[in-house]
C-alpha cells in the first residue's frame, strides 16, 4: 500500500537528509569559529535543529562584515544544493518535517543577530469560567461572583451609580440598568417635603401622597394643613422649618419676601392709591368724587363686612371692602415694628365714616405687599365707580367679574412690560403706564409675587370671582372695555 510505503520511507529519508545537510552546517561553522578564535571573546552556545548539538554562534566584527556577506551566500547555496538533492529522488517527492523552517530561521538569526531584544506580547489566557465581569471587563474565575441584569460582577464591582460604593445589601433599587442603594435612590427620587424637609411619607395604599401649590409647586406632607404649620396670608406659601415668618398682631403671617414691600399703615398707601386713581383716570374712567381709603386690621375688616348690607365677599378671607354704609372704622395710624418674627407696637383710631354719595369708603388688610395691596385698590375702585355711575342691582358674576378684569389690567401695568399694539382696553394708556414706569424697577421677588397675583385672578375656583372674570375678560377682548360697560348698564349682563 502506498501510504505505508511512504510512512517507512520517512525517517531513513529524513535522516539522511539531515546528516548530508549538517555536513554543509559543519563547514559553515567552523570556517566561522576559525576567523573568531582569535578575538578572545566568549560565547554561550546555542541550539540548533533537533539533535540538540552545540555550537559556538559565529562572532560578528565591524572588520568581517565582507566575510560575514560571504557565508550567507555559501548558506544559501548549501541550502539550494541540499534542496535539489531532496528533488532527485524517487517518484519526485521531496521529504520535509516541521524543523526545516526552525533550523532555517535558528542559522539566520545566528548569522544575523537582531540587535534589538523581541517584544513579548501579554499572553491572552482565555475565560477559564466564560463569565466576564460586567464591571471592570475581565475574567471572573472561580470566585465568588454576583448575577444581575444578565451579567456577572465581581462583588466589589457591583457598585451603586449614585455613590460608586458596592452594593452588599440583599436588595436595591434599579433605575434602568444602573443599580443603586435604596436609600442612595430614595435620597435622588423620594420626594421631600419643603416644609418639614423629610421624606414624603406614604399613605396606606403605599402610594406617595403630598400636597403642591400650582403656582409655587411647593411640596408637603398632607398632615401640614391640619397641624397649625402657618401659611402666609399674601402668596399663600407654607411656613418652613427653616425660615420662619412674621406674625402679624391680628393673627396672620407674612413670609420674608411678601414682607420685603408690605404696606402697614394709611399713611404709606396714599400715594399707591392716588396712582391707582389716575390709571382710572388714563382709561377715561375717572372717579371725581374723593373716596376715603383706610387700611384696617382683619377683626375691623369683618365687623364692617357685618355691617354692610350690600355687596358679595370673597371666603374664606376678605381682603378689602367698597362700603357703602356709614360707620365707625379702626384704621391703623402708625406702622408696627419688628420685635423678633413679630410686628408690635402698631396704633389704630376709631374713625367715623359718613356717606356723602354712593360709595363712603374703601378698606383694605394692612400689611400686604404693595402689588397686592394695589390689585385690591383698583378692585374696590370699580366697585365704588359702577356705583357712583348708576350701576344697580347688577349680578355678582357680572359686578365681581368686571371688578377683576380692572384689578388684573393694573397689575398687567404693573408687571409686564407695556405693548403699545396692545387695544386700550386691555392695557392703561399713556398716562397711567408713565406714572407706573416712575415708580423705578422693581425685584424679581416683586415681579414673581405680581406673576402670582394675576394667576390667583385668572384660576379662581370661585364662581362670581373666577368664572365672572373668565367671562368679562371674554366680552372685553371681543367688543372692548367701554362697549362691555355700555352694554352692562343696559342689560344688566357681558355681551355674547
Known amino acids: 500500500m502506498a501510504p505505508s510505503g511512504i510512512n517507512h520511507l520517512s525517517q531513513p529519508c529524513i535522516y539522511e537528509r539531515k546528516s548530508r545537510f549538517m555536513r554543509w ?24 535543529g533537533e539533535e540538540n548539538m552545540a ?59 537582531n540587535p534589538y531584544p523581541p517584544f513579548a506580547p501579554t499572553p491572552y489566557y482565555p475565560s477559564r469560567s466564560g463569565r466576564i465581569c460586567g464591571g471592570c471587563k475581565r475574567d471572573i474565575g472561580y470566585g465568588n461572583y454576583l ?15 449614585a455613590c460608586g460604593y458596592p452594593i452588599t445589601e440583599h436588595e436595591f433599587s434599579l433605575s434602568g440598568r444602573d443599580p443603586y442603594h435604596k436609600s442612595c435612590f430614595k435620597e435622588l427620587n423620594h420626594p421631600k417635603c419643603e416644609v418639614c424637609h423629610q421624606f414624603i411619607p406614604t399613605n396606606a395604599a403605599g402610594l406617595i401622597e403630598y400636597r403642591c401649590h400650582p403656582f409655587w409647586t411647593q411640596k408637603y406632607c398632607p ?67 374723593q373716596i ?66 354712593e360709595v363712603t369708603a374703601i378698606l383694605v388688610l394692612y400689611g400686604l405687599p404693595r402689588l397686592l395691596t394695589g390689585a ?11 356705583r357712583l355711575k ?14 377683576q378684569v380692572l384689578s388684573h389690567m393694573w397689575l398687567e401695568t404693573e408687571v409686564m412690560p407695556v405693548d403699545k399694539s396692545r387695544p386700550s382696553t386691555s392695557a392703561a394708556s399713556s398716562s397711567s403706564s408713565s406714572s407706573s414706569s416712575k415708580k423705578g424697577v422693581k425685584s424679581d421677588v416683586e415681579n414673581k409675587l405680581g406673576e402670582f397675583f394675576l394667576h390667583q385672578i385668572a384660576h379662581d ?23 362691555t360697560l355700555d352694554h352692562i348698564r343696559l342689560t344688566g349682563n357681558f355681551p355674547l
Request: aromatic content about 6%.
Open 25 to 48: 552546517l559543519c563547514k559553515l561553522f567552523n570556517s566561522g569559529s576559525n576567523r573568531g578564535a582569535g578575538s578572545g571573546s566568549s560565547h554561550h552556545p546555542q541550539l540548533v
Open 55 to 113: 555550537w559556538r554562534a559565529p562572532f560578528r566584527s565591524l572588520d568581517d562584515r565582507a566575510r560575514s556577506q560571504k557565508d550567507k551566500e555559501d548558506l544559501e547555496r548549501a541550502i539550494a544544493l541540499s534542496l535539489a538533492e531532496d528533488s532527485k529522488r524517487s517518484n519526485g517527492y521531496r521529504w520535509r518535517t516541521d524543523d526545516d523552517d526552525e533550523i532555517s530561521s535558528a542559522i539566520r538569526d545566528a548569522l544575523n543577530p
Open 147 to 161: 448575577g444581575c441584569m444578565g451579567t456577572f460582577f465581581h462583588p466589589d464591582c457591583f457598585c451603586c451609580r
Open 223 to 289: 398632615s401640614h394643613e391640619h397641624d397649625n404649620t402657618a401659611r402666609c396670608c399674601s402668596c399663600e406659601r407654607l411656613e418652613s422649618w427653616n425660615a420662619r415668618f412674621y406674625s402679624l398682631e391680628d393673627g396672620r403671617s407674612l413670609c420674608l419676601e411678601c414682607m420685603e414691600s408690605a404696606i402697614m399703615d394709611t399713611g404709606d398707601c396714599q400715594p399707591l392709591y392716588h396712582s391707582i386713581r389716575d390709571f382710572y383716570e388714563g382709561m377715561n374712567m375717572r372717579l371725581d368724587q
Open 292 to 357: 376715603p381709603m383706610l387700611l384696617v386690621e382683619r377683626q375691623a375688616l369683618n365687623e364692617a363686612i357685618v355691617g354692610e348690607k350690600n355687596g358679595l365677599h370673597h371666603m374664606p378671607e376678605t381682603r378689602g371692602l367698597c362700603l357703602s354704609e356709614e360707620q365707625t372704622v379702626t384704621s391703623i395710624r402708625k406702622r408696627p415694628r419688628i420685635g423678633g418674627h413679630r410686628l408690635v407696637g402698631m396704633r389704630t383710631q376709631p374713625q367715623k365714616l359718613i356717606r356723602r354719595c
Open 376 to 386: 385690591i385698590l383698583a378692585h374696590e375702585l370699580m366697585h365704588g365707580w359702577l
Open 390 to 403: 348708576g350701576y344697580h342691582n347688577l349680578n355678582p358674576e357680572v359686578e365681581e367679574g368686571i371688578c
Open 461 to 483: 375656583a370661585s364662581l362670581a370671582y373666577g368664572g365672572g372674570y373668565r367671562a368679562a375678560q371674554v366680552a372685553v377682548n371681543n367688543y372692548g372695555l367701554r362697549s
